[in-house]
């Protein structure tokens, strides 16, 4: 049951990694690229991390590819866009075959299958997904967690600073 | 304490009482979502001393059907230069993310049935809060998109002002949320209305620990910024009648038109109901006397949600429509300053008291 809603999904999220690079028009695009990552959404859930799976649609389909959607609708790409931005495919082809190459290599020697680690299911079924990864960013990651914080700020008053001519 | 009914202890049982459950809250949905319509013409009506809809039925009552039959049989018109694919996904991408938030909201206590316990509600997310707030996020797309895909200048209008507004609200609705969960500490929102039953103040025993008592700031701001993200007065810049024809809509007919008005009322329901999940105890009774406790939770629940969409519609009637500026001001300057000055108070007093 759940091996065969894992290959429909992925079947989907592969179709629609397609489209984002096939399509005509630049807002079809921008629409495949919402439908993968609401898949990888529905991934994180299959891999017991709702939270996960949550912060992916706010962040990524939800604020990220809004903006995205609305700056080509703004400037209205049109059909230009992919004449223009053509010359290189070759080099990505040979890069995305490596990776791929790289990948089949990993899930054939490495040991993909099987938890490892004290984060278990189990564990994540009685604890709670959010519980368990806000106590990991409070206490053992708070110097990373508050310097990705700054870096953050850092980046708003750079925004800022760049849209404004005179500050 | 009975277990849980679930796949694996007796999964036919389980899943006629899913498909029953799907069944019954989507019906009600509709339903309201119909009769919303009559409501809001017929109250707004009575406050301009008018009386609405008077024709159809008694007291107009049968115009929702009236309306739904005559836009079933209208023209299905899609513009010729409109972009195709994103023209027909647009009211779609609109309804759902409305229709399935309604999910993750208590409508009662536990049953038990065949002994096993069901809860009142269609699933118990442990993160339901965020997922509310995920598909508030996708909620945007079907305007953005009709907007778009029209290829006309006042749906074009009407989609960009919908995107920055909605947006910008989005951060402060998040932010004001956040203060509830620091005080709930849990993300569910079946334990959050359970929290709520308890006497207010650990003292007063008469009224329930409702999270308005202890939140009034946060349920204000949640009001003002949900009214923000469903686009009714006085924030209905996307689709301002008087200067963009019919905003975001212009375009459409039939029952595509349809499906946006639904999708308006369903995002007004939801509204209301998380508002009153959040806030008012869910479907908990206003006063913790016995005789209340008695009455079903779902007959609160619609009561408190009715409630919320008579004072939605209230406002309609009373208050012109903000100008643009004076929205992104209230947004940015107003609001989400207030909200993070409310969740600093809260931390501080979460961390004080323990």
């Given at each position: 049951?759940?091996?065969?809603?894992?290959?429909?999904?992925?079947?989907?999220?592969?179709?629609?990694?397609?489209?984002?690079?096939r399509?005509?028009?630049?807002?079809?695009?921008?629409?495949?690229?919402?439908?993968?990552?609401?898949?990888?959404?529905i991934?994180?859930?299959m891999l017991?991390?709702?939270?996960?799976a949550?912060?992916?649609?706010?962040?990524?389909?939800?604020a990220?590819?809004?903006l995205?959607?609305?700056?080509?609708?703004l400037?209205?790409?049109?059909?230009?866009?992919?004449?223009?931005y053509?010359?290189g495919?070759?080099?990505?082809?040979?890069?995305?075959?490596?990776?791929?190459?790289?990948?089949?290599?990993?899930?054939?020697?490495?040991?993909?299958?099987?938890?490892?680690?004290?984060?278990?299911?189990?564990?994540?079924?009685?604890?709670?997904?959010?519980e368990l990864?806000?106590?990991?960013?409070?206490?053992?990651?708070?110097?990373?967690?508050?310097?990705?914080?700054?870096?953050?700020?850092?980046?708003?008053?750079?925004?800022?600073?760049l849209?404004k001519?005179?500050? | 304490?009975?277990?849980?009914?679930?796949?694996?202890?007796?999964?036919?049982?389980?899943?006629?009482?899913?498909?029953?459950?799907?069944?019954v809250?989507f019906?009600?949905?509709?339903?309201?979502?119909?009769?919303?319509?009559?409501?809001?013409?017929?109250?707004?009506g009575?406050?301009?001393?008018?009386?609405g809809?008077?024709?159809?039925g008694?007291?107009?009552?049968?115009?929702?059907?009236a309306?739904?039959?005559?836009?079933f049989?209208k023209?299905d018109i899609?513009?010729?230069?409109?972009?195709?694919?994103?023209?027909?996904?647009?009211?779609?991408?609109?309804?759902?993310p409305?229709?399935i938030?309604?999910?993750?909201?208590?409508?009662?206590?536990?049953?038990?049935?065949?002994?096993?316990?069901?809860?009142?509600?269609?699933?118990?997310?442990?993160?339901?809060?965020?997922?509310?707030?995920?598909?508030?996020?996708?909620g945007?797309?079907?305007?953005?998109?009709?907007?778009?895909?029209?290829?006309?200048?006042?749906?074009?209008?009407?989609?960009?002002?919908?995107?920055?507004?909605?947006?910008?609200?989005?951060?402060?609705?998040g932010?004001?949320?956040?203060?509830v969960?620091?005080?709930?500490?849990?993300?569910?929102?079946?334990?959050?209305?359970?929290?709520?039953?308890?006497?207010?103040?650990?003292?007063?025993t008469?009224?329930?620990?409702?999270?308005?008592?202890?939140?009034?700031?946060?349920?204000g701001?949640?009001i003002?910024?949900?009214?923000?993200?469903?686009?009714?007065?006085?924030?209905?810049?996307?689709?301002?009648?008087?200067?963009?024809?019919?905003?975001?809509c212009?375009?459409?007919?039939?029952?595509?038109?349809a499906?946006f008005?639904?999708?308006?009322?369903?995002?007004?329901i939801v509204i209301?109901?998380?508002?009153?999940?959040?806030?008012?105890?869910?479907?908990?009774?206003?006063?913790?006397?016995?005789?209340?406790?008695?009455?079903?939770?779902?007959?609160?629940?619609?009561?408190?949600?009715?409630?919320?969409?008579?004072?939605?519609?209230?406002?309609?009637?009373?208050?012109?429509?903000?100008?643009?500026?004076?929205?992104?001001?209230l947004?940015?300057k107003?609001?989400?300053p207030l909200?993070?000055?409310?969740?600093?108070?809260?931390?501080?007093?979460?961390?004080?008291?323990?």
């Open positions: 049951m759940e091996t065969i809603f894992f290959y429909l999904v992925a079947l989907v999220t592969v179709v629609s990694g397609y489209l984002v690079v399509c005509q028009s630049p807002v079809n695009s921008g629409l495949a690229l919402v439908n993968t990552f609401f898949c990888l959404a991934f994180y859930v017991y991390a709702p939270f996960m949550a912060i992916q649609v706010i962040v990524y389909a939800g990220i590819m809004v995205i959607l609305f700056v080509i609708m400037l209205n790409l049109g059909t230009e866009a992919r004449k223009r053509t010359h495919v070759v080099w990505a082809a040979i890069a995305s075959l490596l990776v791929l190459l790289n990948l089949v290599f990993f899930v054939k020697r490495g040991r993909v299958t099987g938890a490892e680690g004290d984060i278990t299911s189990s564990l994540i079924m009685t604890e709670g997904h959010t990864i806000g106590k990991a960013l409070y206490t053992d990651f708070l110097l990373p967690f508050e310097i990705a914080s700054v870096l953050l700020l850092v980046a708003i008053v750079g925004a800022v600073v849209a001519k005179d500050v | 304490m009975t277990e849980m009914l679930s796949m694996s202890n007796n999964w036919p049982l389980f899943v006629g009482i899913m498909l029953l459950k799907l069944v809250v019906a009600v949905t509709m339903l309201i979502v119909a009769y919303a319509t009559w409501c809001e013409r017929k109250v707004i009575h406050m301009q001393t008018r009386l809809p008077m024709r159809t008694w007291h107009g009552l049968l115009q929702p059907i309306d739904g039959l005559k836009l049989f023209e899609i513009p010729a230069q409109a972009s195709k694919v994103p023209f027909l996904l647009a009211p779609m991408m609109i309804l759902v409305a229709l938030t309604i999910a993750v909201i208590p409508f009662g206590k536990d049953v038990t049935v065949g002994g096993f316990t069901v809860p009142l509600q269609i699933t118990d997310l442990n993160i339901g809060v965020l997922y509310i707030l995920a598909f508030a996020g996708l945007v797309y079907g305007i953005v998109l009709a907007g778009w895909s029209s290829n006309s200048k006042y749906a074009l209008l009407g989609g960009v002002r919908a995107t920055a507004q909605m947006i910008s609200y989005e951060l402060a609705a932010i004001t949320i956040i203060a969960f620091m005080l709930s500490e849990t993300l569910s929102l079946r334990e959050i209305v359970a929290l709520q039953a308890g006497p207010l103040w650990g003292t007063i008469f009224l329930p620990d409702w999270y308005v008592y202890k939140q009034p700031l946060a349920f701001l949640f003002i910024t949900g009214l923000a993200e469903i686009n009714r007065t006085p924030f209905d810049m996307p689709e301002a009648e008087s200067e963009l024809v019919s905003g975001f212009t375009e459409y007919s039939s029952m595509k038109y499906l008005f639904m999708a308006e009322y369903a995002n007004m209301s109901a998380i508002a009153a999940t959040l806030f008012l105890g869910g479907w908990g009774a206003p006063l913790n006397i016995g005789i209340l406790n008695m009455v079903p939770g779902v007959v609160w629940l619609l009561a408190k949600v009715f409630a919320i969409m008579f004072f939605f519609i209230w406002l309609r009637a009373t208050l012109p429509r903000v100008r643009y500026d004076q929205l992104m001001q947004g940015w107003v609001l989400i909200a993070l000055a409310n969740l600093a108070v809260t931390g501080l007093v979460v961390v004080l008291q323990l």
